[in-house]
């Protein structure tokens, strides 16, 4: 359908499922204030679709005709973001509902709207409803739940698609992801997601275009990064990230060394990487981003390093290096922000001193590391695909169960003359925080660290 003609159908109250028990009260607050106000009030995007599919929707994006300020002067919680879009913010403790004012994808000259290039930069033309339905990305997302009648507006054909479970780019599949290349990711992230398939037109030119994918904000990709991967549908993602050759450009370091590795082992510990994530998330338990990028670019790190060995560095040297420069390499494509970076780092740094179990104080200055957990964790990872590494794991599993006493008379050389907990008490976190004062003013990397603020454990 040629985005300038929509036609409207209509999907009255009876015809759809949508409730209004199961959408937010603070979102029903929103679109009955607009609506009471006489402006137009409309849940969008993946909130209609959400909730179409039978799915509680993570979060709601509201479509109005009325203007940021008129928005703003209707709610006291209210606030304006945005260069790119402007748009309100309304607050409820920590629930945001998104009001968005119809936007148009036409140029009408007054500067509103910036193409670089043939990539929109800025965007802040306000339009009609359809002109704001054909502007979305995909047919799925461009539904508007109207609180005036309950009905559903569609001007895209989405709502059969929604149905038929499809991802179809709005318009010229081509014209749109050059306009804004992340459109390529939301859709292998959101047929991830929801398990969609993408319309053969839409999923064609993803494989020739991916490389501009390069090009696009390494912010944005940050973020649309953390909701493919650690979203619940993680490893789902990474298999459509290859298969539409998407991961040259998302993740080059690491599309590379998975090229070069004839074994398979890698491919196979990120795979499993994002498994557990996809589990972990599941079961409702946290998931790291340090954890994450320190699987997905360990291919690259492991590589890296043999190189620098081979080529006569120092242990510590190598790994510095390698660290340095393959997180320098993948930012400059997704920034991640120094907080994840800096963990990562030390789960790697940590993985090659797990071999070193002869002298006790290294021991316990491991054991003692605030990252140990992680680390370990990556350790049993890295163990499930290498079976030689078996043994080093379960060793670390069996020093985690005894007390210090135990593990000391197990160990070569000298009790550690810092103080030891009772005989009977395990090792435990307070002794590890303990213990890292003792590492941080021995090892130069734990020096220049401890300055920095602690990481969250996110
Ligand atoms: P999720 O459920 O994962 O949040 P979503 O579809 O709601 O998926 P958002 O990033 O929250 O994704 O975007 C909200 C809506 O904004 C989308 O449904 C779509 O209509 C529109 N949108 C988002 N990104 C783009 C884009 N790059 N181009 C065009 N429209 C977009
Ligand atoms: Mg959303």
């Not at 339905?133 to 009905?151: E, G, K, M, P, Q």
């Not at 990474?238 to 991961?247: G, I, P, Q, V």
């Amino acid at each position: 359908m040629p985005p300038s003609s929509p036609t409207l159908r209509t999907i009255t109250r009876d015809q759809h499922c949508i409730s209004r028990k199961n959408i937010s009260p603070n979102a029903l607050r929103v679109l009955y204030r607009l609506n009471e106000a006489g402006f137009g009030a409309y849940l969008v995007g993946g909130a209609v679709r959400d909730l179409l599919l039978g799915e509680q929707p993570k979060d709601y994006d509201v479509a109005t005709d009325a203007t940021p300020e008129q928005v703003k002067q209707l709610f006291r919680n209210c606030r304006l973001i945005g260069r790119r879009f402007r748009l309100a913010h309304v607050m409820f403790g920590s629930e945001i509902i998104e009001v968005a004012t119809f936007r148009s994808n036409s140029d009408d000259g007054s500067g509103q709207r910036e193409i670089d290039n043939g990539r929109l930069v800025r965007d802040n033309i306000y339009g009609s409803i359809e002109e704001d339905a054909v502007r979305r990305d995909f047919t799925a997302n461009a539904l508007y739940y109207a609180i005036a009648d309950f009905s559903v507006l569609d001007y895209v054909g989405g709502y059969d698609d929604v149905m038929a479970r499809v991802l179809r780019l709005i318009g010229d599949p081509e014209r749109r992801y050059r306009e804004d290349p992340v459109r390529m990711l939301r859709a292998v992230r959101l047929a991830a997601k929801l398990d969609f398939s993408i319309e053969p037109a839409s999923a064609k030119p993803v494989p020739e275009l991916a490389p501009l994918l390069g090009e696009a904000s390494n912010a944005r990709l940050f973020d649309e990064s953390l909701k493919l991967f650690l979203a619940g549908h993680g490893a789902r993602g990474f298999e459509l990230l290859e298969h539409y050759r998407l991961l040259p450009a998302l993740l080059p370091d690491t599309a590379a060394a998975l090229e070069l590795d004839a074994s398979g082992l890698c491919r196979e510990l990120v795979m499993k990487a994002l498994r557990n994530s996809d589990a972990r998330i599941a079961e409702d338990r946290s998931v790291t981003p340090a954890f994450l990028f320190a699987a997905l670019l360990w291919p690259a790190y492991a590589q890296d390093l043999q190189t620098l060995l081979q080529q006569g560095h120092d242990l510590a040297v190598a790994e510095q290096r390698a660290a340095d420069r393959v997180t320098l390499r993948q930012t400059s494509r997704i920034a991640i922000p120094r907080r994840f970076s800096q963990p990562m780092h030390e789960i790697w740094w940590m993985q090659s001193r797990f071999s070193q179990r002869q002298q006790r104080k290294r021991v316990f200055r491991l054991l003692a590391h605030p990252r140990f957990r992680a680390a370990f964790d990556f350790l049993e990872l890295r163990a499930s695909a290498v079976p030689e590494l078996q043994e080093e794991y379960l060793w670390w599993q069996r020093a985690q169960g005894m007390t210090p006493d135990e593990l000391a008379a197990s160990l070569p050389g000298k009790t550690p003359a810092r103080r030891q907990p009772k005989a009977t008490e395990k090792i435990t976190a307070a002794d590890a925080q303990e213990g890292s004062g003792e590492a941080a003013t021995r090892s130069p990397r734990r020096r220049r660290r401890s300055r920095k603020p602690a990481v969250p454990a996110e």
